[in-house]
Nanobody, 129 residues
Framework: QFHLVDSGGGLVQPGGSLTLSCTAS????????VAWFRQAPGKEREGVSC????????KHAGSVKGRFIVSRGTAKNTVYLQMNSLKPEDTAVYYC???WGPGSDICQLVSDKGQYDYWGQGTQVTVSS
């Protein structure tokens, strides 16, 4: 069965760092554009970062630019979201989504789940002292 698994969330103090993993089960992610999203209680889901299938294009929301890094692991089935200088407002459930497109340079922070072939179950990130 093919699916995505989000992991790496937890409790961290303001200013700290966490690295989230988006791991594919049953297939490789190297032909997929992967995007990260988050949803805080009472708020709409928002796009955070994305990495094109070609690895040439990355995009970040203005609220995380300069603090978050998205990268593909050496293993073909994992994409990471490195989150630095975390703030309390980064607290949310984080999800990854994957859209098939070998060699594509398209990378968009579209938060509609229907735009993705696979969607993770989410991992909680809490930033608090």
């Amino acid at each position: 069965q093919f699916h995505l698994v989000d992991s790496g969330g937890g409790l961290v103090q303001p200013g700290g760092s966490l690295t989230l993993s988006c791991t594919a089960s049953g297939f490789n992610l190297d032909t997929y554009t992967v995007a990260w999203f988050r949803q805080a209680p009472g708020k709409e889901r928002e796009g955070v970062s994305c990495l094109s299938a070609s690895d040439r294009i990355t995009k970040h929301a203005g609220s995380v630019k300069g603090r978050f890094i998205v990268s593909r692991g050496t293993a073909k089935n994992t994409v990471y979201l490195q989150m630095n200088s975390l703030k309390p407002e980064d607290t949310a459930v984080y999800y990854c989504g994957a859209h098939w497109g070998p060699g594509s340079d398209i990378c968009q922070l579209v938060s509609d789940k229907g735009q993705y072939d696979y969607w993770g179950q989410g991992t909680q990130v809490t930033v608090s002292s």
